[in-house]
């Protein structure tokens, strides 16, 4: 069995006017390596239609606003792994995005896609939640787009699930500019083969004071890939922990 009906909209609220009309029997495709892999191992049957999100305007830019920095969720890993403004302000972003699968992954699997997915073991969502990213949720209201930024865990309900209504989708994600002396980083312990889902993948973000002699803030962020530590993570409400010092 295959969808009936493929979209692509060019703006927030054609596509959520779209996903509205639907009631629910409409999914939101983006680089498809999670969506198109879930239907052709039978985890779901695919729904009547899919609306593809990566050719909304403005959803594939990365930009620096009023002390933020925003990502639009079409954002693919490879643009964000390569992106002057992550790899400054960003680090465990930058880092954790380009280890997502190989190159062919990368080049058109989006960082909305990987949130949205809701995997603990989610690389980019691991490397944004130690960057105290926000994330855009923008809602279909019958008449126009509203938008509104959440703090990223409240979307996650648990293990491969979002708290998002079928007349809404992820717009964006958004972390502050750092700090001076502030920095991060991501790193992940794999099995030897690599390909399975890691052991461990860890983000964190740390601010030195001025001399540089000692930590007074940092976030750290952990999320388990094997089977039981997934199953483990199932049973409290977040799909990664952060932890906030000092
Ligand atoms: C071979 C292979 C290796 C992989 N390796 C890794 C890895 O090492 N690390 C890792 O973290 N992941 C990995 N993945 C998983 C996957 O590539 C990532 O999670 C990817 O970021 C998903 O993005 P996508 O655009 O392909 O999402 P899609 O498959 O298009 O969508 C995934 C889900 O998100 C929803 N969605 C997408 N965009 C939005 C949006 N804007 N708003 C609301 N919902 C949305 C879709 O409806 C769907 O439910 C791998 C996948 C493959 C096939």
């Given at each position: 069995?295959?969808w009936?009906?493929?979209?692509t ?11 509205s009309?639907y ?13 198109i892999?879930?239907?052709q191992?039978?985890n779901?049957?695919?729904?009547q239609a899919l609306?593809?999100?990566t ?5 594939d830019?990365i930009?620096e606003?009023?002390?933020?920095i925003?990502?639009g969720?079409a954002?693919?890993h490879t643009?964000i792994?390569?992106?002057?403004l ?6 465990a ?13 990368r080049n058109v ?6 949130v ?12 944004l939640?130690?960057l ?9 209201n ?10 990223l865990l ?8 979002n ?5 809404q ?13 502030t ?6 312990i ?5 390909v ?30 094997q ?8 049973k ?5 922990g ?5």
């Amino acid at each position: 069995m295959r969808w009936q009906a493929y979209h692509t909209p060019h703006s927030l609220d054609e596509a959520l006017a779209l996903l509205s009309d639907y009631a629910g029997a409409a999914q939101i495709v983006a680089g498809g390596t999670d969506l198109i892999l879930d239907f052709q191992q039978g985890n779901h049957a695919p729904p009547q239609a899919l609306v593809d999100v990566t050719t909304i305007r403005g959803l594939d830019q990365i930009i620096e606003e009023d002390g933020w920095i925003i990502v639009g969720a079409a954002v693919t890993h490879t643009v964000i792994e390569a992106h002057p403004l992550i790899r400054r302000y960003g680090a465990a972003l930058a880092e954790s995005c380009s280890v997502v699968g190989g190159p062919q992954v990368r080049n058109v699997a989006t960082i909305g896609g990987n949130v949205a997915h809701a995997l603990p073991a989610a690389d980019g969502t691991i490397g944004l939640l130690a960057l105290g990213a926000e994330v855009q949720v923008c809602t279909w209201n019958g008449i126009a787009v509203e938008c509104t930024w959440q703090p990223l865990l409240s979307i996650f309900v648990g293990p491969g699930m979002n708290s998002l209504a079928p007349n809404q989708m992820i717009g964006a994600f958004r972390f502050p500019v750092q700090e001076p002396h502030t920095g991060s980083a991501f790193d992940r312990i794999m099995r030897p083969q690599g390909v399975a889902l890691p052991i461990l993948g860890v983000a964190a973000q740390v601010t030195l004071d001025a001399a540089g002699a000692r930590a007074v803030a940092a976030a750290i962020a952990v999320g388990p890939g094997q089977a039981d530590s997934i199953s483990r993570a199932g049973k409290r409400s977040d799909p990664a922990g952060r932890a906030q010092l000092g």
